[in-house]
């Protein structure tokens, strides 16, 4: 897909799958509205016990189609390997210095795989250092005005959710998309991690989100500053 087109919002990960398993929901729902969406794989996800780089390439692409994005690009990292360094914080940069997203979404800082931890450590610094005048970056100076996370289902620190009841049925195809992940029932029924069936826990997991706010299905974000709001007596979701 396209190295360089300006986007609204861009969804950075570790592995190919990542971004439809946690925030596929809120790209969706984005794209529908005519935001500019995009993914910035950093692996390609070849460390996973099925299926090759290849393999899971083909797939990226047609989770991105099931999406509806307009950019995505790996940055072939290596996976299980990804370096907290600052190589790998500038490579980022040029990518957000390239797509110039306002809204970028980050892992969550607490994670069972290091890669996603390194993610968003490197995640937040790259958007710090695109906005450098002097650093050795190609492109303009660049800093997003928001950044947003999202957890692999394992946090409780949610600072808002987003109604994705209508784009659910579109995220399970794009996690479907990885068939040689997902696609067998019998061998990669616990591909995700020992126990775990992928569909039944979002399905779960984002039932469970959805009913703390009165929808069907939602994703829970998290955000590091305060959300400021104009009118109290209009917040959505009753108290009593
Ligand atoms: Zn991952």
Redesign the pocket.
């Known amino acids: 897909m396209a190295e360089s087109t300006k986007l609204d919002m861009l969804a950075i ?3 190919p ?2 971004i439809e ?1 946690t925030c596929g929901g809120l790209m969706i729902k984005m794209v529908k509205q005519g935001r500019a969406t995009g993914a910035l794989d950093l692996t390609q ?1 070849e460390m996973g016990t099925l299926g090759d780089e290849n393999d899971r390439a083909a797939e990226a692409d047609r989770a991105a189609k099931v999406m509806g994005l307009s950019f995505r690009q790996n940055l072939k990292l290596p996976d299980s390997a990804i370096e907290y360094n600052q190589e790998n914080k500038l490579k980022i940069a040029a990518v957000i210095r390239a797509t110039q997203p306002e809204l970028v979404i980050l ?1 969550h800082w607490e994670q069972r ?1 290091p ?2 931890v390194a ?1 968003s450590k490197l995640g937040y610094d790259a958007c710090f250092l695109a906005g450098l005048k002097k650093i050795d970056i190609e492109g303009e100076p660049f800093r997003p005005r928001k950044i947003i996370y999202v957890s ?1 289902y394992r946090n409780t620190d949610y600072s808002f959710m987003v109604d994705v009841s209508d784009e659910y049925e579109q995220k399970i195809e794009a996690v479907m998309a990885y068939h040689s992940q997902f696609g067998n029932p019998v061998t990669t029924k616990h591909v995700f991690q020992p126990g775990f069936d992928i569909v039944n826990l979002m399905k779960t997991r984002m039932r469970a989100i959805g009913h703390l706010v009165v929808v069907e299905y939602a994703e829970a974000y998290t955000i590091k500053e305060n959300i400021l709001i104009n009118d109290p007596q209009k917040m959505p979701v009753q108290s009593v």
């Open positions: 990960a570790a592995h799958d990542d398993i996800g892992p795989h890669d996603h993610c692999y």
